[in-house]
């Protein structure tokens, strides 16, 4: 361990570009669960309570003002 760290110190642009590719991977795997998990859930939610709302006939600004109504605490 001791060899790599010299290593790095004495090198560290070869350094950064052996663990770029690793940093790299491990964002674009948390971007991609936002973007292909997350987001979509939320939208679907929204979407949800408003197509809810709009079919019950229940009032718009009740829902604007608590988005979670339909939880109850």
């Known amino acids: 361990m001791e060899k790599l760290q010299k290593f790095m110190l004495k090198h560290p642009y070869i350094s ?8 790299y991977m491990f964002v674009i795997g ?3 669960i936002l973007i292909n998990i997350i987001l979509p859930a939320m939208m679907a939610f929204w979407l949800t309570g408003f197509i809810y ?3 019950a006939g229940r009032p718009i600004r009740e829902y604007y003002r608590q988005p979670f109504w339909y939880v109850r605490y």
């Open 30 to 32: 948390i971007f991609s």
């Open 53 to 55: 709302t709009a079919i």
């Open 16 to 23: 950064m570009a052996v663990v770029l590719p690793f940093a």
